[in-house]
């Protein structure tokens, strides 16, 4: 059973940086396309980011893309989403989710199965 842990989240100032992490706490990530997403207070859930099962591709929404970076540690059984440069419009719950096949690239929530509980990113000064 795949069990979803995000951390990593908390307060930080516009142009900060963080770096999200997810694992599982129920076994391995190996298999599975692992996605971000974030929803902040009163708005639809966005697909952030996504990387594909082997690693090898990854995807990002425009409004992140060349912010933020979304990696797999095999080793560590951990996704990693570092995120630069970050905006107040960036502040929302993120959470990761697992597909059984690999990114769905125009709808990164297609075929997530396993979703997070989500952690809190806060972008204020």
């Known amino acids: 059973q795949v069990q979803l842990v995000e951390s990593g989240g908390g307060l930080v100032q516009p142009g900060g940086s963080l770096r999200l992490s997810c694992e599982d706490s129920g076994g391995t990530l190996d298999g599975y396309a692992i996605g971000w997403f974030r929803q902040a207070p009163g708005k639809e859930r966005e697909g952030v980011s996504c990387i594909s099962s082997s690693g090898g591709s990854t995807y990002y929404a425009e409004t992140v893309k060349g912010r933020f970076t979304i990696s797999k540690h095999n080793a560590k059984n951990t996704v990693y989403l570092q995120m630069n440069s970050l905006k107040p419009e960036d502040a929302a719950v993120y959470y990761c989710?697992?597909?059984?096949?690999?990114?769905?690239?125009?709808?990164?929530?297609?075929?997530?199965?396993?979703w997070g509980k989500g952690t809190l990113v806060t972008v204020s000064s």
């Open positions: 989710a697992a597909a059984l096949y690999d990114c769905s690239p125009k709808d990164l929530a297609d075929g997530m199965v396993y």
